[in-house]
């Protein structure tokens, strides 16, 4: 125990001053993690070049990303590079391996949420992208009087992203073609296809034709139902067309039927211009969803305001 005052005094103002000194250098390093959180944010603009990577021009989730750049003000000098589907898992998977920022559109049912497992959605705090979406089908007028059989079948048709992306996943890995999974899918599900068919019966040669976008997921779906009105007996063909003349098509007649409108947000024009000319049949899917999508390395990015303006 000290007995000097004088150190005694010496020493209190020097543990003050530690503690002050500790108290300013956590400041500063709380305004530093601040600002290299800031910086790190404006970097993953810079490193991609303010630029989103997309999919097809015309699909529903082009035109949504679209408008959400014109939504988001820090947004503000990015642009969307629209191209393929192919092209842009392609681009997402080279990131990834390199374990470098990017941003894509993302939906599902996709396979390359099966393909790759660290992929999240960005949150979407103004709600551009919607919430949950379904999927739904649209048979035309005068189809349930003139062919009852593939109205009550397509009518009944109905399963889950999962099984939507098990035909996805396993086309891209194998190889095979779509319509080939889809195929041996239906063989390999005979409980589901029994209470698509339910009721349905056989017909000779009756002609279906199901219009549908190009896009894995649509033609897995159409490719699936073509092949159990196939085994009723129908001659069914697969004609993929554009979002806006898939509607278009349905309603003016010159197509039978679809499964494939994302509703209530992605093909939400198209359906408003043709809701009176066509049938709704309901959701063949729920749980489908659009949105801006990156790896879940960039930690700091969780949220569309997160991307800073250029």
């Known amino acids: 125990m000290l007995k000097?005052?004088?150190?005694?005094?010496?020493?209190?103002?020097?543990?003050?001053l530690v503690l002050f000194l500790a108290a300013c250098g956590s400041g500063n390093d709380s305004e530093e993690n601040a600002e290299e959180s800031s910086d790190s944010s404006m970097n993953v603009g810079e490193e991609i070049d303010y630029t989103i990577t997309g999919i097809e021009p015309g699909a529903g989730i082009s035109v949504t990303t679209e408008k959400a750049i014109e939504e988001y003000e820090n947004l503000d000098g990015w642009q969307v590079e629209q191209s393929s589907t192919a092209a842009m898992v392609t681009e997402l998977e080279k990131a990834?391996?390199?374990?470098?920022?990017?941003?894509?559109?993302?939906?599902?049912p996709h396979?390359?949420?099966?393909?790759?497992?660290?992929?999240?959605?960005?949150?979407?705090?103004?709600?551009?992208?919607?919430?949950?979406?379904?999927?739904?089908?649209?048979?035309?007028?005068?189809l349930e009087e003139d062919k009852p059989n593939a109205y009550k079948l397509i009518?009944?048709?109905?399963?889950?992203?999962?099984?939507?992306?098990?035909?996805?996943?396993?086309s891209s890995d194998s190889g095979e073609d779509i319509a080939t999974v889809a195929k041996q899918w239906v063989e390999d599900n005979p409980d589901k296809v029994a209470e698509w068919t339910e009721g349905v019966e056989d017909v000779d040669g009756v002609s279906v034709e199901l219009?549908?976008?190009?896009?894995?997921s649509e033609r897995a779906s159409a490719n699936v139902v073509a092949e159990v009105l196939?085994?009723?007996?129908?001659?069914?063909?697969?004609?993929?067309?554009?979002?806006?003349?898939?509607?278009?098509?349905v309603a003016n007649g010159d197509g039978?039927?679809?499964?494939?409108?994302?509703?209530?947000?992605?093909?939400?024009?198209?359906?408003?211009?043709?809701?009176?000319?066509?049938?709704?049949?309901?959701a063949n899917l729920d749980g489908a969803k659009i949105g801006l999508v990156v790896p879940e390395y960039m930690e700091d990015i969780n949220s569309i305001e997160d991307l800073k303006a250029k």
Not at 96 to 106: A, D, R, S
Not at 236 to 244: G, H, L, S
């Open 256 to 282: 039978d039927a679809t499964m494939a409108a994302w509703m209530p947000q992605t093909h939400a024009d198209f359906y408003k211009d043709f809701k009176d000319d066509f049938v709704d049949l309901g």
């Open 211 to 216: 219009v549908s976008t190009p896009w894995d």
């Open 230 to 249: 196939r085994q009723k007996g129908f001659e069914v063909t697969i004609t993929p067309v554009d979002v806006a003349v898939m509607f278009e098509a």
């Open 155 to 170: 009518d009944q048709f109905n399963w889950t992203v999962e099984d939507m992306e098990g035909i996805m996943y396993e």
């Open 4 to 16: 000097n005052p004088k150190k005694q005094l010496t020493l209190v103002i020097g543990m003050l």
């Open 96 to 108: 990834i391996n390199n374990e470098e920022p990017i941003v894509v559109t993302g939906w599902n």
């Open 111 to 142: 396979w390359m949420f099966t393909k790759f497992d660290n992929l999240k959605y960005l949150e979407d705090p103004q709600g551009v992208y919607g919430e949950v979406e379904q999927i739904k089908s649209l048979a035309r007028k005068g």
